[in-house]
């Protein structure tokens, strides 16, 4: 790994370059590599980031990936999308033309579905899975349990993700910054915790 003269500049002014700040026993010195017994921590760490932007966080999960110079690189995945205006939960996206087999999805979030079935014969009484298709054509199955019959159709917890997880996530982050564009576009509300 290569530092501009910026980044040297800016590693010098934040630890002090005088012979004042630093005594003669201990030494300051950069590296660019990982000790081994670290790369062995990273390589299995589940890490997360947290964005927030107005009312909304953001849980990317962070991962670091050795790449074929052994040099770690973080990778941000599609975050998780929470809104926190009231109750803390994943938000939810209804303007929904998705279908299953047996069902409209009606509204969706990462930990919740409603659907209304696509014939009488339909029902959805007990734990079960569902399948549909993104508009990208990608695959998601769910295990979803009946939490209550409303007049729009049946609302429903999502037990598990078993097929689709990341792309459900980049599809409903994809969604919510459509919706909330403004709020993107203003960095001046985002804030970042690591």
Known sequence: MNLTKEELSFISSVVGNTKDNINESSQLSLKTTLPDTLKG?????????????????LWFPLEFKLNDDGQFNPVLSAPEVIDTEGVD?????????LQSERFYVLSLSSSGVLLKPRD??????????ISFKLPNNKKVTLFI????K???????????????????R?????????VNAPLYENTNTVTEHF
């Open 41 to 57: 921590l990273l390589s299995h760490a589940k890490l997360t980031m947290l964005a927030e932007v107005g009312h909304y966080q």
């Open 89 to 97: 939960r994943s938000w939810r996206y209804s303007e929904l033309n």
């Open 120 to 129: 009488q014969r339909y029902t959805l009484a007990n734990a079960q899975h």
């Open 145 to 148: 349990d009946l939490v209550r």
């Open 150 to 168: 409303t007049n729009l159709g049946y609302a429903a917890k999502i037990i598990s993700i078993e097929h689709g997880k990341e792309a459900l």
């Open 170 to 178: 980049e599809y409903l982050f994809d969604k919510h910054k459509r």
